[in-house]
């Protein structure tokens, strides 16, 4: 696998297995195979011998096209609750005068992944947001390499969650004879896959509406400025259907797939659907109204949702690109036009395009938008800073031999002085943040002539407060 990177997607309605390799046109897809999954709900892996079968089917299917075997992949990270949180950091350099290198920089994000969690839970991924030194304050990763200085200022958001998560994917792994290379947010590399490099730099809203998650992504100026889970998809829309309709779940999911649309206004009025079973007898009928309006009530509860956490993050109006839509139930005929409605943005569907062009036909389809974008971060990292699990678990067996240490310690080559800011300097930093929040709050209710919607009490149990989601 010299040249090649593989990438495994844990998906609530497929497993998927992606190998790619770089070219001068970008990251070529050179294989895509998925199956059904067997053993996975809402991105969370409860069956592991169900799920270790078909990552080893998927695995020997990409073996016999590529030639040569798959020892290393990178896992996608997902599940029906995602955290977040701000993490300031101040690390005083033993030299001044030294120049700030990328590996420099690299250590400090990989400190940010053993910052202390309450209960079960672990970092998935800690992206900066902004740097500062004694000289310039709010500059990118790219303008802080190459600068001198005593004091690095950072601020990191933290998108985390359940151990078990990643430690469950891991066993998987070491049943079917492959070790981790990277774990990276799922939303994350679903929006590398496709987004386009204008709609990251001028901000957008990634939507992934999957089979048992919805899942957001909320891009700036080619950083992820927040991240976040709604626990329900379109299964939900299949269960309503289902229900309403009194049919079986089967029936359902084939009429929302052939007739879902989701706007009762472009409805069909006194039309019926008349289901047949292989032997031509009915199987009972379904009135298009009816199923519009259940589709289009389901879809309008992700989308309130989607909304919310938009509004929640403070960049409802910096994202100049509007919304982009993938997955699986992105296919709903009317979608543009229910979720430009509700959303008050410029709506988009996209499925995988930044990539080769002579990539593999599959990895152009929606299914595949989050193994695609798995091998793309990879390969080519730009949004996510997900750290080599490998290294940094040989660095941490070094380290234990010479002292009791925990998983991710700093590697000694540096040893950066890393203070932590006083609670007095934190409170400050909040104080800070919440006035602004609140200016922006006015100045947009201002240019809206409107009051801001609020969130349902329904969000309200989702979303807890403006750092959780």
């Known amino acids: 696998m010299s040249r090649y990177a593989a990438a495994l997607d844990f998906g609530s309605s497929k497993v998927a297995l992606a190998v790619g390799e770089q070219t001068s046109d970008g990251v070529r897809i050179v294989s895509y195979h998925d199956m059904?999954?067997?053993?996975?709900?809402?991105?969370?892996?409860?069956?592991?011998?169900k799920v270790a079968e078909i990552v080893r089917t998927l695995v020997q299917q990409a073996e016999a096209e590529l030639g040569e075997p798959i020892t290393e992949v990178t896992v996608g990270l997902s599940g029906r609750v995602l955290h977040s949180k701000d993490l300031p950091c101040q690390i005083n350099r033993t030299d001044p005068k030294a120049y700030i290198t990328e590996d420099e920089v690299r250590q400090i994000t990989r400190a940010r992944y053993k910052a202390s969690l309450e209960g079960d839970e672990t970092v998935f991924e800690a992206v900066p947001q902004k740097?500062?030194?004694e000289d310039r304050i709010g500059i990118t990763h790219d303008e802080l390499i190459g600068m001198v200085g005593g004091q690095?200022?950072?601020?990191?958001?933290?998108?985390?969650?359940?151990?078990?998560?990643?430690?469950r994917r891991i066993t998987i792994l070491e049943n079917c004879g492959l070790t981790l290379g990277k774990a990276i947010l799922s939303p994350i590399a679903?929006?590398?896959a496709v987004l386009t490099k204008p709609e990251m730099e001028n901000g957008v809203a990634m939507v992934d509406i999957g089979k048992g998650l919805t899942e957001v992504a909320i891009i700036k100026d080619n950083i992820v400025r927040h991240a976040a889970i709604?626990?329900?998809g379109g299964e939900s829309v299949t269960g309503d259907i289902k229900t309403v309709a009194n049919i079986t779940r089967e029936w359902a999911e084939t009429i929302k797939l052939r007739h879902g649309r989701c706007c009762e206004e472009y409805a069909v009025e006194n039309k019926k659907l008349v289901l047949k079973n292989e032997s031509e007898s009915s199987d009972g009928e379904v009135e298009m109204s009816l199923l519009v309006r259940t589709i289009e009530a389901r879809l309008s509860e992700i989308l309130d949702a989607v909304r919310y956490i938009i509004e929640q993050s403070g960049y409802a109006g910096k994202i100049a690109s509007g919304v982009v839509i993938t997955g699986g139930a992105s296919h709903h005929e009317d979608l543009i036009q229910l979720a430009s409605a509700l959303l008050g943005q410029k709506i988009r569907l996209s499925a995988p395009?930044?990539?080769?062009?002579?990539s593999v036909e599959?990895?152009?389809?929606v299914y595949a938008a989050t193994a695609v974008g798995l091998v793309q971060e990879t390969l080519d990292p730009l949004l996510s800073h997900a750290i080599e699990q490998k290294q940094e678990a040989t660095a941490a067996q070094a380290a234990a031999k010479a002292a009791d240490t925990t998983l991710f310690e700093e590697e000694p080559e540096f040893e950066p002085e890393e203070q932590r800011i006083s609670e007095r300097e934190i409170r400050r930093r909040e104080k800070e943040r919440e006035k602004e929040a609140r200016r922006r709050e006015k100045e947009e209710k201002k240019r809206e002539k409107?009051?801001?919607?609020?969130?349902?009490?329904?969000f309200d149990m989702l979303f807890s407060d403006n750092d959780n989601a």
């Open 353 to 358: 395009a930044s990539i080769d062009k002579d």
């Open 190 to 192: 679903s929006a590398r």
């Open 230 to 232: 709604i626990p329900f």
């Open 152 to 167: 690095i200022d950072a601020d990191f958001r933290l998108f985390y969650g359940r151990k078990t998560i990643l430690n």
């Open 36 to 49: 059904p999954s067997n053993g996975i709900e809402a991105g969370e892996i409860v069956n592991d011998f």
């Open 450 to 458: 409107e009051k801001a919607p609020k969130g349902p009490t329904f």
């Open 362 to 365: 599959d990895a152009f389809d």
């Open 131 to 133: 740097y500062s030194t």
